[in-house]
Nanobody, 112 residues
Framework: EVQLVESGGGLVQPGGSLRLSCTCS????????LSWVRQTPGKGLEWISY????????SYADPVKGRFAISRDNARNTLYLQMNSLKTEDTAMYYC?????RGQGTQVTVSS
C-alpha cells in the first residue's frame, strides 16, 4: 500500500522559511520521481516542483523558482521542500505526489 505522509507546515510571517517533509512507503522510493503540489480554496492543484529518483534532476514552477528547493533522502524514504522568502500567496495546503497518489497534506499559512 502506497503511503505518503507530509509534515512541517505551519504559520510563518512573510519572508520566513519552512521545511516540509514527506515520508513515503509502499513503493521503490529511490527509483521514482516525486513532486510537490499545492492547493488553495477554490483553485485546482498547482504543481510546484519535481525531483528525479536519484535526485540529480529537479524542476520548479516559475512562482517558486529561486525560493524553494526540493531534495530527497533515499536512505530515509523522505522527500523535502525547503521554502524560503515565503509570500502570502504561498499560503496553501501542500502535498507530495507520486503518480496518482498524494498524502493528506500539510497546511502552510504565510501571514503577518
Amino acid at each position: 500500500e502506497v503511503q505518503l505522509v507530509e509534515s512541517g507546515g505551519g504559520l510563518v510571517q512573510p519572508g520566513g522559511s519552512l521545511r516540509l517533509s514527506c515520508t513515503c512507503s509502499g513503493f521503490m522510493f529511490s527509483e521514482k520521481g516525486l513532486s510537490w503540489v499545492r492547493q488553495t480554496p477554490g483553485k485546482g492543484l498547482e504543481w510546484i516542483s519535481y525531483i528525479s529518483g536519484r535526485g540529480d534532476s529537479t524542476s520548479y514552477a516559475d512562482p517558486v523558482k529561486g525560493r524553494f528547493a526540493i531534495s530527497r533522502d533515499n536512505a530515509r524514504n523522505t522527500l523535502y521542500l525547503q521554502m524560503n522568502s515565503l509570500k502570502t500567496e504561498d499560503t496553501a495546503m501542500y502535498y507530495c505526489r507520486y503518480g496518482n497518489y498524494r498524502g493528506q497534506g500539510t497546511q502552510v499559512t504565510v501571514s503577518s
